[in-house]
């Protein structure tokens, strides 16, 4: 750590993105933008069953299509190491690598790589793989009766964070609380859709492989795949500058990635993969079903008095994807009696993973549209109800929040929105034209988690600043957020600082995820521009020369470089030879002195055609507590995606599973309906924009995905304002309101 005097701004300049101009001419070079001289193009071949075992592969009608130069299955790579999954102390989307054995988990799971000399003849040549299967019974969805919840705290995943939450009595407490509140919420499983998809450029250059493909976690792919294909992890670089979308998807190493490596070793070509859209949804980590149980119990004037939570999640049946989500339950509400109790149910899927929110997202559905039922049976406004809840003492913990301005939230959000003009009973704001209005509120929270981080920056006497630092763009506005930074600092315009990130060659690659990405990078890159400006004052003693360009050229100088390094409060000096490794190393919620969440909240109006019954959200109003703003344009920009999502889960995805042959049914954009630009109103975002003292001397907490969280109760609060019924599985659809 570093202590000088220098002062970073109060509020950070509305920066445009930095990489913005490069986007809208095409220069970002994503993963498979990469081309390269003799390269040649791989196609996924997968399972159609739903359980079983590959008998045979017939790849004779395969290899007769002109131009394939490869074909591997199972029996060319036997014993293919799995690289882990990231949950389980590994680098990979799930333990299951395909192509490793015979037995086939899931439909969808890929049994052959083809690779040609073009792209048409590897895709015409993967359709002609032939496989026969010894079949086996199999259950793709989560509601099937007979399906066996395993209570995850017997389950050997660590504790205490998925062990059963209890503090007081919440079943007495409960019992004996005058308003009760009990219901049940379904949330559906639902697949990222970035519009980049999946891929692999792989290069040999003699021992050393180059791995180009989108990844939110460079590193986990590096030391992935060196253990997958038994070579150090300095023979392997992964080079991930810009992802065109992540949501969690591009968390870890992909099943496909190694086959595309193996490939292009043997045959001494780079070889391009560009998993299609339809198998994306069997290929990575999507969000899992679930059903959430609730009870709250009130005093008359509205205060809790105890709260269950019984969360049942999809998992698969190779790993055990935990759920967190009585995290937020367990800390969102002042309320002495608590019990929080997950279950994980087995299907015959790929393993679940992250997807904005992951567990957040549903947990804020479930228990704000709750809180809404309560304030709803209170006869008590439901922004009074949160309100009178509100706490600055984490009741799980016991700790402070680091900070929290929930409260603020509501109350700024409430005026911005005009609710003191919302008549309080539901279908009573109907428009001349016999549409219903309704106005919902809800409030979300993330953790703020933090990562270890180490940033490089070199200033050169051309005035021009490089920073390498630990972190991965997917579009959330990183690169931005650091250059903001720097440039901040050492008085340069942003122009002339240049942000390395997600390439194993620089400095230490860890998972940029959890929404910590910022709280993590902009710390390390902060100290390390402090430090640099220390240096050139020493440089300067008669503080003649004003610009770094000045003071380098003056002392005749070409260039000065530091390294910083920041971690996580109260994490160990080791948290280093972690991150080093690759593997995930963040911190949070829960701290040695506090607690620490980012809050937002959101007030919706929604409009429902008298006859069709189509729902439409023409105004949302967001008030989100992440600290300090530290990139004001693309925070306000991750806040609109937040919404946008929020509102397609409420009213829009769903990915159907097929209980004939297995796997997931609509595996296209077509089918898997998102919202499109006509379903988009208004979407205001504000911030409260304070730092936090106690999190790091940024005060910067996260915002990725608190900004999700909430939206879908709002907008089912607001139904149900408009409408009188009450809607607790997602997503909302006509039929429902008919
Ligand atoms: Mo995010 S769903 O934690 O990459």
Not at 215 to 220: E, F
Not at 623 to 643: E, F, L, N, W
Not at 664 to 686: H, K, Q, R, T, W
Not at 703 to 710: F, I, R, S, Y
Request: some cysteine; glycine content about 10%; overall charge neutral.
């Amino acid at each position: 750590m570093t202590t000088t005097t220098t002062q970073t701004p109060r509020e950070f300049p509305d920066t445009a993105r930095v990489d913005a101009y490069d986007k809208v001419r095409g220069a970002t070079r994503y993963g498979t933008d990469q081309n390269l001289p003799g390269m040649a193009y791989a196609m996924l071949a997968v399972a159609r069953i739903g359980r079983g075992t590959v008998r045979s592969i017939d790849r004779s009608a395969a290899q007769a299509v002109p131009g394939v130069r490869l074909i591997l299955t199972h029996e060319d790579v036997q014993g293919l190491a799995s690289a882990g999954f990231i949950l389980g102390g590994g680098y990979g989307v799930q333990s299951l690598q395909p192509l490793a054995g015979t037995a086939i988990a899931y439909s969808g799971q890929p049994i052959a790589i083809v690779v040609a000399d073009t792209l048409e003849a590897a895709t015409e040549a993967a359709a002609q793989v032939r496989a026969t299967y010894d079949e086996a019974p199999f259950t793709v969805d989560f509601a099937a009766p007979g399906n066996r919840a395993l209570p995850q705290a017997d389950l050997p995943l660590p504790k205490p964070a998925f062990a059963d939450k209890l503090r007081g009595d919440a079943d007495a407490a409960y019992a004996a609380a005058p308003v009760r509140i009990e219901a049940q919420y379904r949330g559906p499983a639902q697949h990222a859709n970035p519009i980049e998809l999946l891929g692999t450029v792989a290069h040999w250059q003699g021992d050393a492989l180059t791995v180009y493909e989108s990844t939110q976690n460079s590193g986990a792919l590096r030391h992935g795949l060196a253990r997958q294909l038994a070579v150090a992890p300095e023979q392997v670089r992964v080079v991930s500058p810009s992802v065109g979308g992540g949501f969690g998807q591009k968390n870890s190493l992909q099943g496909h990635t190694v086959l595309v490596a193996l490939a292009a070793r043997r045959l001494g070509r780079p070889v391009k993969l560009g998993v299609t859209r339809g198998q994306v949804f069997n290929a990575s980590g999507f969000r899992p079903a679930s059903t959430h149980r609730l009870q709250l119990g009130a005093d008359a004037a509205g205060r809790l008095q105890a709260i269950t939570h019984e969360v049942q999640q999809q998992t698969s049946q190779h790993d055990l994807f935990p759920s967190s989500c009585t995290e937020i339950s367990a800390s969102m509400y002042a309320c002495a009696n608590f019990r929080g109790r997950e279950s994980l149910v087995r299907t015959d899927t790929h393993t679940p993973g992250f997807m904005r929110g992951p567990w957040e997202h549903f947990t804020c559905f479930a228990l704000e549209s709750a809180m809404d039922e309560l304030a709803h049976a209170l006869g008590q406004d439901p922004v009074a109800l949160r309100l009178a809840n509100d706490t600055q003492v984490d009741p799980q913990s016991g700790k402070p929040f680091s900070s929290r301005h929930l409260a603020q939230c509501l109350t700024r959000g409430a005026d911005r929105f005009g609710w003191a003009r919302r008549s309080p009973a539901p279908g009573s704001m109907q428009a001349a034209d016999g549409t219903l209005i309704g106005w919902g509120v809800a409030a979300g929270a993330y953790k703020a988690a933090t990562a270890p981080a180490v940033a490089r920056l070199r200033v050169s006497d051309d005035g021009r600043v490089r920073i390498d630092i630990g972190g991965h763009e997917m579009g959330q506005g990183i690169r931005t957020a650091v250059a903001n930074t720097v440039a901040g600092v050492m008085q340069v315009p942003v122009r002339q600082v240049s942000v390395v990130l997600g390439d194993t060659r620089s400095v230490p690659q860890h998972l940029t995820a959890g929404s910590w990405g910022t709280a993590t990078a902009l710390p390390a890159a902060l100290q390390a521009a402090e430090q640099a400006m220390a240096e050139l004052a020493a440089l300067n003693p008669s503080r003649r020369a004003r610009t770094p360009a000045q003071i380098l050229k003056a002392a005749r100088t070409p260039f000065i470089e530091v390294e910083s390094r920041h971690r996580a409060p109260g994490q160990p000096e080791q948290i280093y030879a972690r991150l080093a490794q690759g593997l995930p190393s963040a911190a949070g919620p829960h701290y040695p002195e506090f607690a620490a969440f980012s809050y937002i909240a959101h007030f919706v109006e929604v409009r429902i055609e008298p006859h069709t019954r189509r729902v439409r959200v023409p105004r949302v109003v967001s008030v989100a507590d992440c600290g300090r703003v530290a990139s004001p344009r693309t925070a306000r920009s991750q806040v609109q995606g937040g919404v946008v999502w929020g509102i397609g889960a409420a009213l829009r995805e769903v990915s159907e599973v097929d209980p004939r042959y297995g796997g997931f049914l609509n595996a296209n954009l077509a089918e898997y309906v998102l919202p499109v630009n006509l379903d988009i109103g208004s979407i205001e975002a504000d911030f409260i924009d304070e730092p936090d003292p106690r999190i790091n001397h940024l005060g910067v907490k996260g915002l990725g995905e608190v900004v999700m969280t909430g939206v879908a109760p709002a907008i089912a609060n607001a139904i149900f304002h408009a409408t009188g019924k009450r809607l607790r599985d997602l997503p909302i659809r006509l039929e429902h309101l008919l």
